[in-house]
């Protein structure tokens, strides 16, 4: 089965392993992944002005690209990982679906070619539940019980009308986790923000809220934190380097730890793979 | 209202078009081009031409026709009149130019954007490459830096002439000519393979291998040289 893929800036410029990772799990399980011909910069912060359409234009195009394509790969599914990238696809798309004024007005714009709103935008970790069977076929390692927790980050799951679970209290990744068979503690701060782009400005802002997520990690006894997001990801080490804290916690991606399940190996970079080892080796025979 | 026709000494009467210049309607005989129009007008061009061939991009030009929303441009020594067209001549696009040091950069997005941050603005309107005299695709060289394609990018604008027309017509104020420089730059120094051949031949010329030939030359009467070369070996189409 093939499923059209949005990879994003980010992904392509600070987030390769998690792109890497993707791909491996998901052609393990069978599904080939097929990065659009031609995409844009989806804008990373979705316009909330309601006659701002022009910055929609990078997802509007990015969106009729997908549709081009869908006849010969057989799938209206654009597969997303970037959590913002997928927030702003999936806001714009319900925009356009629910406003046909608005998509008039950017049809018009467009000329060269016009959007048939025939897209469905999906994030990784919605294929990750759909295929939890086939994922669970496929483990190489089995898990232990390394006490692990789940970060959620903001855009996967709010605004509640986009997001792919309870925009309060999401229990999807950590379903997929405890199917697998890992031992995943939860945490409250699981949807506070990480403080997000004020990495740029202000980055007090970050390492107060971080540290709230890293620390209430600690205090649950999770030694390794899972996240789905670039930013999230980024923010959480840069705290964890910068600042003083009793927090002993390794932030991954969701997609590194099941790729180390699934005997991935080639997809993980070396330092991933050393501290997963560190975990999880002890206890894990491999091709049991 | 009636056009008058126009007669050359050679050739029989010559239509004409009617054009539109600094307010002013010009009747000039249609096939022109733009620039060869406004010459017969009486426009005398000191700046804004060049190479009068379509390569340099000294003469960009934006018009309208009439009837139609479009605003169109082009470069004026290729683009032909026609009747009704109202024209501005755009010689220059303002552009400040930055300064930096290649020899201190990495062929990454980052080094771009440090110095033209403005990239990060595009919201992929278009505007650049429906601008773009040589037909390129702006817009996507402008998305490929933001992903890190450095050589993606220079590779689809390898053909700019550097009118300015699309950074005249962004709305995120990108200054395509100076961005697109510093990818080639970038692209060629640090991506593309090195031509070792090339070394090797300036290798050759420092060491002397043709200081003697060169002072042959040098010392050849100029009708002899001529003699040379019309009697040159020519490869047989």
Known sequence: MDLLYYPGCTIKRNAMEYEKTTIAILKKIGINVVELDKWYCCGALYSLAVDDIAKHLGAVRTLISAENMSSKHNTNKLLTICPMCFNVLRRVNKLLKENPDKLDTINQYLEEETYKLSITVIHVV???KEYINELKRHIVRKPNDTPISVYYGCTIVRPKDIGIDNPEDPRIIEGILRELGFNVVDIPYKTLCCGAFHVLSNRDIVYRNS????ESVNN???KILVTVCPLCLYNLRLTLENVKTRAD???IYLTELLAYTMGLDESLSQATLDVLNKFFQSTLDKNS | MEKPEVKTSSEKPRKTVRIFFMG???DVPEGLTIMKALEYAGYRFIRGVGCRGGFCGACAVAYRKPGDYKFRTGLACQTVVEDGMY???LPYSPMVKPKYNI????????????IFPEVSRCVSCNACTRACPQGLEVMDAIQAIIRNDLRK???LIFDCISCGLCSLRCPAEIRHVYVFQLVRRLTGKYILPKARHLEERIKEIKEGKYDAEIEKLMKTPIDELKKLYMERDIEKA
């Open chain 2, 24 to 26: 002013k309607a010009y």
């Open chain 1, 126 to 128: 919605e294929v990750l």
């Open chain 1, 211 to 214: 540290l709230k997520i890293l």
């Open chain 2, 87 to 89: 024209i501005a001549l």
């Open chain 1, 249 to 251: 916690v390794k932030v």
């Open chain 2, 103 to 114: 020899e201190e950069m990495k062929p990454e997005a980052g080094y771009v954007l440090k």
């Open chain 1, 220 to 222: 649950s006894g999770a």
């Open chain 2, 153 to 155: 990018a220079a590779e």
